[in-house]
């Protein structure tokens, strides 16, 4: 449900406020600035897909981005950066906004560093890291817009994201993990559109995945910030392994960490 990156500090202004992250080439940064920045494009195989999943491109962030703030419009982890009590002056619509836009960066990373699949007309959208995968260079965050939310967050929506979130999931993670930390799939976020809800979108975008993470004995590491979910997450052979709390809002905001451990032989 988020990711490993870490505050990054801009110290200027953008000359231009509407540019957004498709305004930027991502066909391949010059390879110069790779190599000076030690950077490789990332080579993790892709599992074959099955039968209506398929990976999301960069041309099509928005989109998933779409799917993604509609099945998180009210969820309490994903809005704790956004519905906070300095920005009580700010209309629902100017929030929105922003739920989208913080979507919208977060997948573009994810397009570039990780693995973005969907199924049907954007009825649901998956965002992973595979094993051995991060967004964590500064390379990422500014091909994907993320550094801006240091000036789009308020200053209790940057403490929230950057001092808490980010950090508490990033140790939960390797915590949990250990050395298995580098070998496991990251199931970032999943959410489906309000259509495409219980028709086996969700099913198809997990399995995806933990048929490959079975073939490769990997562990599959979630965070649930729905307590209905823990339930659907056991079907596919999730167990919550730990509860963790985000404190910063009027009540606390709860997180179940969940693990897949891989499963061998026929049953998945
Ligand atoms: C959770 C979510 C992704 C499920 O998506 P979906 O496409 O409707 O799920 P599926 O149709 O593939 O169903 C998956 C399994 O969960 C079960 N399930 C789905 N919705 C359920 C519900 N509301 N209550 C109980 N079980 C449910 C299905 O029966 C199915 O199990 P089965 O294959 O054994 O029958 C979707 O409800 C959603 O986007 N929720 C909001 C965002 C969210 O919380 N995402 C997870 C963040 S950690």
């Given at each position: 449900m988020a990711t490993t990156i870490s505050p990054l500090r801009v110290d200027f202004e953008p000359?231009?406020?509407?540019?957004?992250?498709?305004?930027?080439?991502?066909?391949?940064?010059p390879l110069n600035l790779l190599k000076l920045l030690n950077l490789r494009p990332t080579t993790v195989p892709i599992p074959p897909l099955p039968e209506g999943v398929r990976v999301v491109t960069t041309a099509e962030y928005k989109q998933a981005a779409a799917c993604l703030a509609e099945a998180f419009a009210e969820d309490e982890a994903v809005r704790y950066p956004v519905d906070t009590p300095d920005r009580t002056h700010w209309t629902e619509q100017e929030k929105w906004d922003l739920h989208v836009e913080i979507l919208e960066y977060v997948t573009y990373a994810h397009i570039l560093k990780g693995l973005v699949t969907t199924v049907g007309d954007f009825e649901a959208v998956a965002l992973w890291m595979p094993?051995?995968?991060?967004?964590?260079?500064y390379l990422t965050m500014f091909q994907s817009g993320m550094w801006r939310l240091n000036y789009r967050l308020s200053a209790e929506g940057k403490r929230r994201f950057f001092t808490e979130f980010l950090p508490l999931l990033h140790d939960m993670k390797h915590g949990t993990l250990g050395a298995r930390d580098d070998s496991s799939w990251y199931l970032v976020y999943i959410g489906t559109s309000l259509r495409g809800r219980g028709k086996g979108n969700a099913s198809k975008l997990i399995r995806h995945v933990t048929s490959q993470a079975d073939k490769d004995g990997a562990p599959v590491y979630l965070e649930s910030?729905?307590?209905?979910?823990p339930p659907i997450y056991r079907r596919f052979g999730f167990e919550t392994v730990r509860t963790v709390y985000l404190h910063r809002a009027e009540r606390n905001v709860e997180l179940d960490i969940m693990v897949r451990e891989p499963v061998r032989g026929e049953k998945k």
């Open positions: 000359k231009n406020s509407s540019l957004n992250a498709a305004d930027i080439n991502t066909t391949g940064a094993p051995g995968t991060n967004m964590d260079d910030s729905n307590e209905k979910n």
